[in-house]
Structure formats: C-alpha cells, structure tokens
C-alpha cells in the first residue's frame, strides 16, 4: 500500500506564494512521474504540472513563469512553488505519482487534496 500526503495550502493574498509538498509513503520501489492538479468549484480537475523522474516538466500554460514544480527522489516528495498568485488560482489542488510498488505492481496513485485560496 502507499500513501500520497499533502501539505502547504492555505489562504493567500493575490501576488503571494506558497509552496505544497506532497510525500509518497508505503512499499515503494519507484516513483515515475509526479503531478500536480487542481480542481476549482464547478469546474473539471486540470493538470496544473508533471514531472518525470529525471525531472523533466510540463506546466499548464496558465501557469507557466509562475509555478515550478521539483522533486526529491530520495525522499518520494513533489513539490510545487506557487508565486504571482493569482484569485482565479483558488482551488483544492492534489498531487498524483505513477508508483512501482516493491511487488512489481504499478498504479496511480492521489493525495487527500489541499485547498488554495487567493483573495483579492
């Protein structure tokens, strides 16, 4: 079994920052990309950014020059710096990994979600 853990949401004012973290815990071999979606209300989840393991990026291009998304491959963690932020930013945001358990079997894996806020 693994677990995806967020942390670092909150509430922000609009051209603040915040960082989220998610770690991937549990029988873990490896861990091939890792992502970062969003979902606002009444609105469909998007993909905000992935990363592979060799750290290759893919942002949304809402997002692209204010968000950088990172990684730890020693400690199974994304991260995602959020800068510039911007109201229309609000929303649960959740961490994905494509994960390779110790038993050889692979599945997608979510976190619980965090939410975002950025007041005007």
């Known amino acids: 079994q693994v677990q995806l853990v967020e942390s670092g949401g909150g509430l922000v004012q609009a051209g603040g920052s915040l960082r989220l973290s998610c770690a991937a815990s549990g029988s873990i071999f490896s861990i091939r990309d890792m992502g970062w979606y969003r979902q606002a209300p009444g609105k469909q989840r998007e993909l905000v950014a992935v990363?592979?393991?060799?750290?290759?990026?893919n942002y949304a291009d809402s997002v692209k020059g204010r968000f950088t998304i990172s990684r730890d491959n020693a400690k199974n963690t994304v991260y995602l710096q959020m800068n510039s932020l911007k109201p229309e930013d609000t929303a649960v945001y959740s961490c994905n990994a494509d994960i390779i358990q110790r038993s050889w079997s692979q599945s997608i894996n979510w976190g619980q979600g965090t939410q975002v806020t950025v007041s005007s």
């Open positions: 990363i592979t393991y060799g750290g290759s990026t």
